[in-house]
């Protein structure tokens, strides 16, 4: 790692809108009686998924690949209130995937979840090679395996707090135990004292039920193990690929991983025995495509069946008279940008510099001109949508002669009128591949330039 402070993602706003359009032919479908069974659909992806294995991906390439191949415990049900993207996983009601029922104690502190009989872990990969499990039923002890194994040190996740709130799982990281004792797989056989075995569960031979118990109270607890880290993956078929499992994934999703060829393709095939029963397509290619304009010409050519609209074409698109505005959706999507601060690393270390950069983004223009006033300037950070979201609180204005003021208050004066910082180090700005976090980027950059600070961006 740099010494440096890494900004993270550059952006300010949130409550972020998706559109995209359908092409005509896929449309026209719409009205059939029946769903058309088979096929191939072509989709498209901006840059290679980083990861296939639920326990590293922390980003929405890689997650979106995986929600196509993996399940967790439970889900969010988009439904009640959401759309089809993967941001609206945050959305909805949750209900049963894995676990098809679960039971919450009185405290807030027992979470125990009783697994679905139907579910299988893939019995085929890789062109139809057999996978190391064999097309077994998902158990107790893989949810613990699962779960063990981002806590792990050796795992490497960068998302092991979303199970630090387990029982034991400090002691378990730490190297003083050899499992989480707060995560406890129940044998079947054994019903507890008073208790009749349960019907559901008379066809499995390992235990299928789970008991997890907290630390603390936890609130979100369930709504986190949507979380694509928390998805259950094969202990067989992990052991078999170690750390190469991140190519290899095998999961219990709709889809199963057939190929990948960086910078062409991903390509996932059908799984007959998904427990939600089989997908109507035979696969689904995502192409690889990095610029906007490209993705958008290649949809127009009839060769990727949907596309979202670049901010540049939005207006165009959406127009009454536009050959594609019967085609086109708007949807709201949950999402921030925000600009993160290594605050333990000067200069942010110092929160006049972190006040000062707020001052310097420029919400509203970016907001106006760059995302064509798709998003919403963020309030704190949470969007609306979002239990426990906030319209009462306000973001620092745009003033670049407060943050001016601000920077040289912190012991950074410029060494001239208009010229650079003494002693403030270029900044890299670490950003998602994209050209619309680019565009956002350089506006920032420019606000930075006119306080005297250099920066550059860093593509991850």
């Not at 980083?50 to 922390?58: C, E, G, I, R, Y």
């Not at 001016?404 to 650079?420: I, S, V």
Request: charged share 20%.
């Amino acid at each position: 790692m740099r010494w440096l402070v890494l900004i993270i993602v550059v952006a300010s706003a949130g409550w972020l809108a998706r559109e995209h359009v359908a092409a005509p032919a896929q449309v026209a479908g719409a009205g059939l009686d029946a769903p058309v069974v088979g096929g191939i659909y072509h989709a498209a992806l901006q840059t290679n998924p980083p990861t296939f294995d639920p326990a590293l991906a922390t980003d929405t390439t890689s997650v979106f690949c995986i929600l196509q191949m993996f399940d967790g415990l439970v889900k969010f049900d988009l439904n009640t209130n959401g759309g089809d993207s993967i941001d609206s996983q945050s959305q909805g009601a949750i209900t049963s995937a894995v676990a098809d029922s679960w039971d919450i104690s009185a405290d807030g502190l027992v979470y125990t979840f009783h697994l679905s009989p139907k579910v299988t872990f893939h019995a085929t990969t890789e062109n139809g090679k057999p996978t190391s499990n064999g097309g077994r039923r998902v158990t107790g002890n893989d949810v613990k395996f699962s779960f063990e194994r981002v806590l792990d040190p050796l795992t490497e996740s960068a998302r092991t707090q979303i199970f630090t709130v387990i029982e034991g799982a400090d002691e378990f990281m730490a190297g003083k135990t050899r499992d989480v004792h707060g995560i406890e797989v129940i044998d079947p056989s054994r019903p507890a004292p008073g208790k009749q075995p349960d019907p559901r569960h008379a066809g499995c031979v390992q235990p299928c039920t789970v008991r997890i118990r907290l630390k603390t109270p936890y609130a979100p607890f369930l709504a986190t193990l949507t979380m694509s880290n928390a998805f259950i993956v094969p202990k067989e078929d992990v052991l078999k690929w170690g750390k190469d499992f991140r190519n290899h994934p095998v999961g219990t999703g709709a889809f199963r991983f057939e190929r990948f060829e960086p910078n062409v393709e991903v390509v996932l095939s059908r799984n007959p025995g998904y427990f939600g029963g089989p997908p109507y397509l035979d696969k689904v290619a995502f192409h690889i495509i990095p610029e906007e304009d490209a993705l958008f010409r290649e949809f127009l050519a009839g060769r990727i069946f949907h596309s979202t609209v670049p901010d540049p074409l939005y207006n165009q698109v959406k127009r009454r008279d536009s050959i594609w505005a019967p085609y086109f959706t708007e949807v709201s999507q949950l999402g921030t940008y925000y600009f993160g601060m290594n605050v333990l690393i000067p200069p942010f270390d110092n929160p006049i510099v972190r006040r000062a950069f707020s001052h310097a983004v420029d919400k509203t223009s970016i907001v106006k001109f760059i995302k064509t006033g798709r998003v919403q300037e963020a309030r704190g950070p949470l969007p609306p949508g979002i239990r426990g979201y906030n319209a009462s609180l306000h973001s620092y204005d745009f003033d670049l002669k407060r943050a001016d003021d601000l920077l040289t208050q912190a012991g950074y004066p410029r060494r001239e009128p208009g010229g650079p910082r003494q002693r403030f180090p270029e900044i890299p700005i670490h950003i998602p591949d994209g050209e619309d976090h680019l565009r956002i980027t350089k506006a920032i950059q420019a606000s930075l330039a006119d306080l005297g600070i250099g920066s550059y961006p860093v593509i991850n």
